[in-house]
């Protein structure tokens, strides 16, 4: 990435700014820029001010994380949401894609179309980084490294477009690359900790602060001529295209400042020419974003919209931003007082403190403290302070618990939640605004005492600032044990699943406990991804995990996993599984009665299923073969013998003919409008809003004559009228049901309205059912899904 070219040194104290839009008044003059007070650099020297930054920062994260100790064959962090991004990369890596994946979702195919992670750039890099190395693991780590010295890059050059000198670009790259939120991201999440296109994000949004338009460019005689085609337009092109292929998160935030920069601007040089350049700069994110997004437009045109990452407005407050988390010490401080003091602040009873990360350190929290105090303050501020102060601002009441950000997820939509995200972009205008002022004063001290200090200040600017911003375990053992723990774990799991692909080359395998994908609670002491490690292992076995929630693999999946064992077992190795793992981390011990038997996820099925084996074949002593984890929880049990033995025991035609009433079911999918609960516990409801979408799949290619049975219940008093329709004549049904006052007075908190059945004639394909409910008029939701009612019971039979 070449410097833009720096203009030579300035001779008085005050410069003009540039010419103001034809038709606006004059900008107010501007300090001339620290740049602008030193003599200009030679190419061989930016070249070894950027080369030697990001080589430091490249020794640093060395010796910080301690990696002559490290294993690159392991995951750095090898838990929560980092088996989320792993299976990601494996795919991109082996399939080219992360859409779909054969060997994942069985007896489906997993289809990520209703999650769509949009992170292309990052993406591509490790695509390439795996043509290097064919180690996964290796590419893995080694891009979550070289964010830090990218960071680095990136921001010494648009610090040095900001007209900063090449020393203080250095360290002001240098502790944005170091800043906490890079640490606490980590691996954990491993898209967010690579920031390092931020930078360049904010180009466009201050170069509209300073009254820079890329389609209005300055000409030599000072006016301004529209045109699509000049550099400064491209490149704002460009900006937007890189900014939306490195997250949605990033990207929305990008957009937001830019808008904001497009009104400053237009008011600040009173021209309509800011509002339209902004408008330039977003459009390339949201075209963009929205051609990442077009296989998800796609997909559910042909197949219903299915929100399962529909979030709450109310989570804007819990993962909101809070100036606490900017200004107080970063989590784990290296001095023992500032880390009390920050565990102090992050109690259990502080309200609303979802997301803590965003710390920005000593000299980054001084910059937002200034800013902020200069807001209101009453003088005239110019170039950076006044577009720093203003952005800055602006950024915060966004992002802050119960600020615009709030108000946007209410009233517009809740997609973004995680505000606290933003402390990059805050992060680095904070440290601009500090590195402006010190470089600035450094500069022009024109003596030879104030020459000599210029270096010492900045390197001791640098050192406190990385002292400060890097956590207590960086360069002690403490790194190497926690990070050798993950490596451990990560082997031995390896070790196991490696074992079973010995045993069972090519097997589809079903994971118990059942766990939705993605974004599931835990089950007992599992995590949402803990399934996925199988297929992180193996390269031939394919697995039931990874089916996308509400869809057909796994409403198959869910309704399988709680059949009694028996029935558990006979449906899914009809339906062509070779074997069964079990997690006993997800499973409580729980006595059950003589006599009676609980669905299989919800004791821990493995000697259930040696006991049917052995009753199949006539002995008490027959096991299945199976494979043990080193923990002694976790087990993979071979189901080829007992297939085989099941079908001796039916016979082959019969065996095919279960085979393919299970591959022919009527599978209902409960889509927009529908909260699904999670089967664990209790009773399995599902939670309808006014209009809510049901669709019915019928897998062959004949018209089926089926009944739909369901219980429908309510909470609140009154009369609730539904109107069931569909294609004519398809399911056709309206009536009401009504809860008595009688019954809200005893405490009855819910009624349940007498069985139903609906006729329908099923065409092959897809069918949607409509679902209106009308409640009575004093009814009031309560939350943004509008759940007015809920369904128990639903069956699907043919006649």
């Known amino acids: 990435m070449s410097e833009p070219p720096v203009p030579a040194p300035a001779t008085n104290a005050v410069a003009e700014s540039p010419s103001a839009p034809s038709g606006g008044p004059a900008a107010p003059p501007e300090p ?30 060395t010796a910080g994380l301690r990696l002559e100790s490290q294993d690159l064959h392991a995951p750095f962090y090898y838990d929560l949401d980092s088996l989320l991004y792993l299976p990601l990369a494996k795919g991109v890596v082996e399939n080219g894609t992360h859409w779909h994946n054969d060997r994942l979702g069985a007896p489906g195919v997993q289809e990520l179309y209703d999650f769509p ?50 020393p203080a670009a250095a360290v002001g790259g240098l502790l944005y690359a170091f800043l906490p939120y890079h640490q606490e991201r980590y691996q954990y999440h491993y898209f967010l900790a690579a920031y390092w296109v931020v930078p360049l994000s904010l180009m466009p949004a201050l170069a509209l602060c ?11 005689d000072g006016t301004r001529r529209r045109t699509l085609f000049s550099l400064s337009a491209l490149w704002a092109v460009v900006l937007g295209a890189l900014t939306a292929s490195a997250g949605a998160y990033y990207a929305f935030f990008a957009c937001a400042t830019y808008a904001f920069a497009g009104a400053y601007a237009s008011l600040m040089f009173r021209t309509w020419r800011g509002a339209l350049s902004a408008a330039w700069v977003i459009a390339p ?11 998800t437009f796609v997909y559910q045109y042909h197949y219903g919209v299915n929100p399962i990452t529909d979030r709450w407005p109310e989570e804007a407050e819990t993962y909101g931003l809070k100036l606490a988390h900017l200004i107080l010490p970063a989590n784990d401080h290296n001095l023992t007082i500032l880390s009390q003091l920050r565990m102090l602040y992050s109690t259990p009873q502080r309200p609303v403190d979802g997301e803590s990360a965003g710390a920005l350190g000593v000299v980054g929290g001084t910059g937002l403290v200034v800013l902020l105090v200069m807001a209101v303050l009453p003088h005239r501020r110019r170039w950076p302070e006044g577009p720093l102060v203003a952005l800055v601002l602006f950024l915060v009441l966004l992002a802050t618990v119960g600020g615009f950000g709030s108000l946007f997820n209410m009233l517009v939509t809740a997609q973004i939640r995680a505000y606290n995200r933003i402390s990059v972009f805050i992060g680095f205008l904070c440290l601009f ?12 001290r ?72 993605p974004e599931s609670p835990p089950v007992q002491k599992m995590q949402a991804y803990e ?43 009809v339906r062509g599984f070779d074997g069964v793992f079990i997690d006993g981390r997800g499973y409580l011990p729980r006595r059950v009665e003589p006599g009676k038997s609980e669905p299989v996820s919800v004791v821990n099925p493995r000697e259930r299923i040696h006991a049917i084996y052995g009753d199949l074949v006539k002995q008490s002593t027959a096991r299945l073969p199976e494979v043990v984890h ?30 393919r009433t299970e591959r022919e079911l009527v599978v209902p999918l409960w889509l927009k409008g529908f909260t699904v609960d999670e089967p664990f516990y209790g009773e399995f409801l599902l939670w309808g809003s006014y209009n809510s979408t049901l669709v019915l799949v019928n897998p062959t290619d004949r018209t089926r004559s089926i009944d739909l049975t369901f219980e429908i219940g309510v909470d609140v008093v009154g009369e609730y009228g539904f109107a069931f329709s569909g294609r004519p004549g398809l399911v056709d049904g309206e009536f009401s049901v009504e809860k008595p006052f009688e019954e809200d007075s005893q405490n009855r908190t819910r009624h349940m309205a007498p069985p139903r059945t609906l006729h329908a004639e099923l065409p092959p394909g897809r069918t949607t059912v409509r679902i209106r409910c009308t409640p009575p008029p004093w009814f009031f939701p309560g939350d943004h899904r509008k759940m007015c009612y809920f369904i128990k019971n639903f069956r699907v039979v043919e006649k």
């Open 630 to 659: 080193k923990d002694g929880k976790q087990f993979f049990l071979d189901l080829r013998p007992y297939r085989d033995a099941y079908q001796r025991v039916v016979g082959a035609e019969e065996f095919d003919r279960q085979a």
């Open 32 to 61: 001339v820029a620290p740049a602008d007070l030193a003599p200009v650099p030679t190419r061989r020297e930016r070249f070894a001010w950027y080369a030697g930054s990001m080589i430091l920062a490249s020794v640093l994260v």
């Open 446 to 517: 024109t003596s030879h005492r104030g020459k000599q200090l210029r270096y010492p200040a900045l390197a001791a600017l640098f050192l406190i600032g990385f002292l400060d911003q890097t956590p207590y375990s960086w360069f002690k053992q403490k790194v190497v044990t926690v990070t050798g723990q993950h490596a451990e774990r990560f082997r031995t799991d390896k070790q196991f699943f490696q074992e079973i692909e010995e045993k069972a080359p090519g097997a589809r395998v079903f994971c118990l406990p059942y766990i939705a994908f």
């Open 531 to 573: 399934h996925v490690r199988g297929y992180l292992m193996t390269d031939t076995l394919t697995w039931s995990f990874g089916a996308v929630k509400r869809r057909e693999a796994d409403s198959w999946q869910r309704e399988v996993a709680f059949e009694k064992p028996n029935e558990f077992l006979r449906r899914i190795v």
């Open 285 to 295: 994110v949201i075209l963009v974003g929205f051609a990442y997004h077009y296989p």
């Open 433 to 444: 605004a500090v590195l402006w002022w010190v470089d600035r004063f450094l500069l022009a």
């Open 210 to 220: 300073r009254g820079e338009f890329p389609l209005f460019p300055l000409q030599p």
């Open 117 to 166: 992670i949009i992170d292309y750039l990052h993406f591509g890099l490790l695509w390439l980084l795996s043509r290097v190395t064919p180690d996964l693991l290796v590419a893995y780590n080694v891009y979550n490294l070289l964010t830090y010295p990218l960071t680095v890059l990136t921001g010494m050059f648009v610090l040095r477009w900001l007209k900063l000198s090449l």
